[in-house]
């Protein structure tokens, strides 16, 4: 999902913004303001209760505002994204939204600021009140909004220019302008958004093969925790020491290990687009480990792609590949071994991503050229929901 949030002072242009922005981004517009304003003309409970602090141009409580935002995103459950305006307004509110976008496996991309000197917002509210008949557009009550924005809503600024997501753009001059300034920060984050596909399927599927195709084609960083171990046997680290029987054996190595090396990985990849991750996780609990240690670097999985293979099929592939240059030990017994873990574990480690809407399947059937060709097909799909 691509959510902004749209700050600034009462009067900054916010509202004229917000229109091109849904339009261009395709996005659900939640604008407390007008949801309040809705409220009040309909009559409703909730809005007999803000409507005097509403016309005395203090803010809503938190309890009223986290109702209406909750409402709006239930109402909305299939948005590409959200754009708020006029929310959060305070911080309680910041981590409300914080709290509510986890809630729903996403974050914000970016809260972009109008700055509009003081003298010009209150003219340009004066204006606004001759035609819009809004209660709140009247100097005494402009001066007590103006107030309320500096003493509870700036600090929010704070809360979000320590997270980096937080952009300063000069809101004075022509509509068309303001909004290139807004459309060029917004297409900056979206350059850097993190996308990570964990390529899955069974031991002989094509994996490895086709997740470095894919890396090199999307220009991701691949992962594969298995390369990542045998380098450490290699070493003859410590790591590698303890990883060595298990990798052996056809199992599982200790989870506590795989999570250091993925975490060293990621993070000498700073400027990187993303990551392919093969052969993790394997088990429901790498799953959640993955979620966990992608959610701490601000991204998230943003899709798994499962590539289906018969087990006869995984078979002759494991058979043909003991005969490369670059053979890896081939017992039969282990390789069985190995099938059964997969097929014991699989099921689990799919459904955590089917709940969350980002498992899809490809079929492995074919040559190299024709699986990547599907492959293809799917990261481009994500490609484009993403950005
Ligand atoms: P706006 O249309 O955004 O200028 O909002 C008009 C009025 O609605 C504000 O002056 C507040 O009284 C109330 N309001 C809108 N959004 C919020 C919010 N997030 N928190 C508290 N009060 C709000």
Redesign the pocket.
């Known amino acids: 999902m691509l959510n902004i949030a749209l700050f600034g002072p009462?009067g900054a242009g916010?509202?004229t913004q917000s229109k091109l922005l849904i339009e261009k981004y395709n996005l659900t517009y939640i604008?407390?303001?007008?949801i309040?304003?809705q409220e009040i003309l309909q009559g409703t409970p909730l809005g007999m209760e803000?409507k005097d602090?509403?016309d005395q141009?203090?803010?809503?409580?938190?309890e009223?505002?986290v109702q209406i935002i909750e409402n709006r995103i239930q109402m909305n459950p299939d948005a590409n994204g959200i754009l708020f305006?006029?929310?959060?307004?305070?911080v309680v509110?910041a981590y409300i939204l914080e709290g509510l976008l986890l809630k729903m496996n996403t974050s914000l991309l970016c809260m972009l600021s109008l700055e509009v000197p003081r003298e010009t917002l209150i003219t340009r509210m004066v204006e606004r009140g001759k035609v819009s008949g809004r209660s709140?557009d009247k100097a005494e009550v402009i001066e007590i909004?103006l107030h309320?924005y500096e003493e509870k809503t700036i600090p929010v600024a704070e809360f979000y220019s320590h997270k980096k997501k937080f952009y300063p753009i000069n809101g004075v001059g022509r509509i068309e302008d303001v909004f290139k300034r807004l459309s060029k920060v917004v297409v900056k984050n979206l350059e850097n958004v993190w996308l990570n596909i964990v390529l899955f399927g069974p031991p002989g599927a094509g994996k490895g093969t086709q997740a470095k195709k894919l890396a090199e084609k999307y220009n991701l960083i691949y992962i594969s925790t298995g390369e990542l171990l045998r380098r450490e046997i290699e070493c003859g680290t410590d790591m590698g020491m303890i990883a060595k029987k298990y990798m052996e054996a056809g199992d599982i190595v200790p989870d506590e290990i795989a999570i250091r090396l993925i975490e060293t990985k990621i993070k000498m990849h700073p400027n990187a687009k993303g990551f392919i991750f093969k052969g993790y996780p394997s088990t429901i609990v790498q799953a959640y480990i993955l979620d966990g240690l992608l959610r701490r670097m601000d991204t998230t999985v943003t899709s798994m792609i499962e590539i289906s293979s018969t087990t006869l099929q995984s078979m002759k592939r494991l058979s043909a590949r003991a005969k490369t240059d670059k053979a890896r030990v081939y017992d039969p017994e282990i390789i069985i071994h190995r099938l059964e873990v997969y097929e014991k574990k699989a099921t689990l480690v799919a459904d955590y991503f089917q709940k969350q809407n980002k498992f899809c399947t490809v079929s492995g059937d074919g040559n190299t050229d024709e699986v990547f060709e599907r492959l293809s097909v799917q990261v481009e799909r994500i490609f484009k929901n993403v950005r």
């Open positions: 009462p916010k509202g604008a407390t303001g007008d309040l304003r803000a602090i509403i141009g203090g803010l809503v409580s938190d009223i505002i305006d006029g929310f959060p307004r305070t509110q709140d909004r309320e």
